[in-house]
């Protein structure tokens, strides 16, 4: 007889990041008047999610525990509208400024060796006039400089920022839940 695989053990879970609000303020700046759907999110809220998201796996669930008696659903609806197209605009500016910073590296890495062929072509022609040994010199330094500052482009510039790259990855694709909180108890 066959046994029944488990459903259950075959879907991947959801990571939650889970964060108790005294209202829906503490999501938004202070200093930003603008209703929910325009408002800029608070720096200290985006702080304590990159912290959590930071082990996290497969599609995150953030939850997010508010009184029961501060609740309003339409507000959740902007709210989370708003969340959700700000973690989508960061995420697509950051993959275009990652892929910009690759291209100027990659640019600036071929003028470098571009510049250093010139160097050797200048140096193996072996013209000793002024002039050429004076190009010489400035294309076989400026060829260092552009090829190793075109590399560092590509391999450190580019991946630093890809930390953030896939906090906002992650965040993009997350689903946003509210819950009533009471005393110790909470409701969806």
Known sequence: MRKRKDIGFSRKKASDISLWLEDYNDI???????????????????????????????TIELRLFIPKKGRDREEEINIRNRLKEHFKKHYLQLKTEVGRIKKKGISMTFAGVLMIMIATYLSYNGSNNLFSHFFQVLFEAGGWFTGWTGLD?????????????EFYFKMSKCKIFFFSVTKGKFFK
């Open 153 to 165: 482009q590509i391999f450190y510039t580019a991946e630093n920022k890809r930390n953030d790259l």
């Open 28 to 58: 938004f700046s202070d200093f930003d008047p603008r209703p929910y759907f325009q408002k800029a999110l608070s720096d200290d809220f985006l702080q304590e999610i990159k912290r959590a998201s930071k082990d996290k796996a497969g």
